[in-house]
């Protein structure tokens, strides 16, 4: 099994550019999350999914769009990329409810725009 | 809404010492949660204690949970350069609202050969 895998790994963006980030996972959970990790700031949820075709807000969803169109797939969308947005991005998974449940993280991807 | 806390933020020992982390947390919890993250890479959860235990051990890792005190903490015994990393407490805030689980800034270990 490869786990949570994230695509791309590096990215660079010019503010205003679109990309999406695209997080898999073949564990069959239930459950998948945006984070994003900045220096000194621990992860912050972005938003979060409880199932297939279910997408939520978390602490911090503001300028990102996501969609769970199919169960194992999880993408994370900036429409407009702002210089705020650099950061490293995780994508995580568990099968249940996540204060109850391990949640399994992929490699990341460091954006930066400029 | 940061929940939980981890003190200290850095900690550097020498191979073979016993490292602690403390965690603390503002509400009252479920669960709490440990997670390890090494440079550069995802997090990998370490330990998860239920807030009716007061103790857990896997391995070389033990956990307590003080839910009187609102506080938990880690800690690694014999410790490795292996070891090196981040640890992250994370906590299943009962008032967290919108963030199901909620992680702390991490407190970042150094072990030396």
């Known amino acids: 099994n490869a786990g949570v895998t994230q695509t791309p790994k590096f990215r660079v963006l010019k503010t205003g550019q679109s990309m999406t980030l695209l997080c898999a996972q073949d564990?069959?959970?239930?459950?998948m999350y945006w984070y994003r990790q900045d220096p000194g700031m621990g992860l912050r949820l972005i938003h979060y999914?409880?199932?297939?075709?279910?997408?939520a807000k978390g602490e911090v969803p503001d300028g990102y769009n996501v969609s769970r169109l199919k169960k194992q797939n999880f993408l994370l969308g900036l429409e407009s990329a702002a210089p705020s947005q650099t950061s490293v991005y995780f994508c995580?998974?568990?099968?249940?409810?996540?204060?109850?449940?391990?949640?399994?993280f992929g490699p990341g991807t460091r954006l930066t725009v400029l | 809404s940061q929940q939980g806390e981890e003190d200290p933020q850095a900690l550097s020992i020498q191979e073979g010492e016993n490292a602690t982390m403390n965690c603390s947390y503002k509400?009252?919890?479920?669960?709490l949660q440990w997670y390890r993250q090494n440079s550069g890479r995802g997090l990998v959860h370490l330990i998860l204690?239920?807030?009716?235990?007061r103790e857990k051990h896997s391995g070389r890792l033990r956990v307590t949970l003080d839910t009187s005190k609102k506080s938990s903490s880690l800690l690694i015994t014999a410790s490795r350069a292996a070891d090196t990393a981040s640890y992250f407490c994370?906590?299943?805030?009962?008032?967290?609202?919108?963030?199901?689980?909620?992680f702390g800034k991490g407190t970042r270990l150094s072990v030396i050969a």
């Open positions: 995580a998974s568990s099968q249940l409810y996540p204060s109850t449940d391990t949640q399994y």
């Open positions: 564990m069959n959970h239930e459950y």
């Open positions: 999914s409880v199932g297939e075709g279910t997408t």
């Open positions: 509400t009252s919890i479920n669960n």
């Open positions: 204690i239920r807030s009716n235990e």
């Open positions: 994370a906590t299943d805030a009962v008032n967290s609202g919108n963030t199901p689980l909620v």
